[in-house]
């Protein structure tokens, strides 16, 4: 079914990668809702996270743990927010948002737009945080 994030994960197509293991991944969502929106995904292809094997649900929310720790430290926010809807792409994600604001957590809210250099900005002060 090679999604784009197949394509991420392969390194067909870049992305502002934070951290990854040999089944997880995290990288900033290039259409953020906040500085610090950051995807976490399985590299296994699967659409639906409710689908995925009982063990590997559980490894993906606390890889998500960690990397919702680091960008706690990292960035300003009232919280790291947790959602997941798996519509947009159809991989399984957990969008990971630090907010300031509650409003900013729905997904139709206007998006913002940030440099290349501003991703790489982030993705440094985020990966100063991980132990």
Do not use: W
Request: glycine letters at 4%; hydrophobic letters at 45%.
């Amino acid at each position: 079914m090679a999604t784009v994030f197949s394509k991420i994960i392969s390194g067909e197509i870049p992305a502002h990668k934070i951290a990854e293991n040999d089944k997880f991944m995290a990288f900033l969502d290039v259409n953020p809702l906040a500085e610090g929106h950051t995807l976490v995904i399985p590299k296994l292809e699967n659409d639906y996270i409710f689908d995925l094997e009982d063990d590997t649900l559980a490894e993906l929310m606390v890889y998500a743990k960690h990397i919702a720790k680091a960008l706690d430290k990292a960035i300003e926010c009232k919280r790291v927010g947790v959602l997941v809807i798996g519509t947009e792409v159809r991989h399984t994600h957990i969008h990971l948002i630090p907010f300031r604001s509650e409003t900013q957590m729905c997904i139709t809210s206007p998006k913002l737009k940030f440099t290349a250099e501003e991703f790489s900005v982030t993705v440094e002060k985020i990966k100063a945080q991980l132990g």
